[in-house]
């Protein structure tokens, strides 16, 4: 299994600021993946980084607004850049453990307000 | 379109009741997982299925794979308030990404 600790676990944000949301596994992974998820709905993927290269954005995500980076294989962080109140969501990271099946883990996720 | 279609969105039933949720769509699909999240918390998986007309038992939750693997159900048996959570049926699309479904969000109530 895979442990990933991500913070800040929420917060509050005022328009037009920006936040950076951290994400640590506890083993060398080569891909990790951010999504988006409004309460009670569904994730959306927002890009995949992998470390060394630039990060892959899905579309409708752009890396001016969503910046990611990929220093190491155990550690990434998200950029929610220029807020505005459409960007308050919960933003979630991944990775993939490969064995007989591909499992996800996740992290607990950021809960993120923008006011 | 979605990839998948996931029914109901909601559930809200009294403890010890059966419920089935669906994930259903046009595409057929080597596996095909179940996640369920709790507030606060990032999904978990449940369970894999991998062959047509699969049926695999996690305690009172039964899985099963259609025959042409292009759907799947979710039965849970007397439900139980630990029970609630969202469910989220998903599929590994080309290039690693996990594709989820819409979500069934399940109420248990005691």
């Known amino acids: 299994s895979a442990v990933i600790s991500q913070k800040p676990s929420r917060d509050i944000c005022q328009r037009g600021t920006s936040l950076t949301i951290q994400c640590q596994v506890d083993?060398?992974?080569?891909?990790m993946f951010w999504y988006r998820q409004q309460p009670g709905q569904s994730l959306t993927l927002i890009a995949t980084?992998?470390?060394?290269?630039?990060?892959?954005?899905e579309s409708g995500f752009v890396i001016d607004k969503f910046p990611i980076s990929r220093p190491n294989l155990t550690f990434s962080t998200l950029t929610v850049s220029n807020m505005s109140p459409e960007d308050s969501s919960i933003y979630l990271c991944?990775?993939?453990?490969?064995?007989?099946?591909?499992?996800?883990?996740f992290g607990q996720g950021t809960r993120l307000t923008v006011v | 379109t979605q990839l998948l279609e996931q029914s109901p969105q909601f559930l809200s039933i009294q403890e010890g009741e059966n419920l089935t949720v669906y994930c259903n769509s046009s595409?057929?699909?080597?596996?095909l997982q179940w996640y369920r999240q709790e507030p606060g918390e990032g999904p978990v998986l449940l369970v894999t299925?991998?062959?047509?007309?699969e049926v695999k038992k996690l305690k009172r939750l039964t899985f099963q794979f259609g025959d042409a693997r292009k759907d799947s159900s979710l039965h849970i048996t007397a439900a139980q308030p630990g029970d609630t959570g969202l469910y989220l049926c998903?599929?590994?699309?080309?290039?690693?990404?996990?594709?989820f479904g819409a979500g069934t969000i399940l109420r248990v109530k005691s």
């Open positions: 083993s060398q992974v080569t891909m």
């Open positions: 991944s990775v993939f453990l490969r064995g007989l099946n591909t499992e996800a883990f």
């Open positions: 980084a992998n470390q060394g290269s630039e990060a892959t954005y």
């Open positions: 998903a599929v590994m699309e080309y290039g690693n990404k996990l594709v």
């Open positions: 595409s057929v699909f080597s596996s």
């Open positions: 299925v991998v062959t047509g007309g």
